[in-house]
């Protein structure tokens, strides 16, 4: 993936609040992630650049394909990896932190392998 951690937080807020109202504003940004406008509008302007978002006359902020890959992939993440602390026993809003945390830096054979024990529910083979 060519996106840095910032980048695959931003997109990934983007898919969340589109689901949760439909259409998205840099001003939804600030309010979720409490960071400051001219930040969001920084990112913003690189994530067009970039290609994983475009933003129509009225500011609402819609995914390319490339940005929607790139969320689902960072929500699929966070959703397993938060799974996979709170298995183990630890609280929820902690292992939902670390999840969003790990979710960057972990490799891909590291998710994967954490991800089929998920989905094996921690079976012996």
Do not use: W
């Not at 709170?86 to 945390?101: I, N, P, Y």
């Amino acid at each position: 993936m060519d996106t840095h951690e910032s980048a695959e937080n931003y997109l990934e807020t983007i898919l969340i609040l589109r689901n949760r109202q439909g259409m998205v504003r840099s001003v939804d940004i600030v309010n979720e992630l409490e960071y400051t406008r001219p930040s969001v509008s920084v990112a913003m302007k690189k994530l067009r650049e970039s290609g994983h978002i475009t933003m129509d006359a009225l500011g609402c902020i819609t995914l390319t394909e490339r940005g929607q890959t790139v969320a689902e992939e960072m929500v699929e993440r966070h959703a397993i990896l938060t799974g996979f602390l709170t298995s183990l026993g630890v609280e929820e809003k902690t292992a939902a932190q670390d999840a969003c945390r790990m979710e960057h830096v972990i490799s891909r054979q590291s998710f994967e392998k954490i991800q089929d024990l998920v989905r094996r529910g921690f079976e012996r083979k």
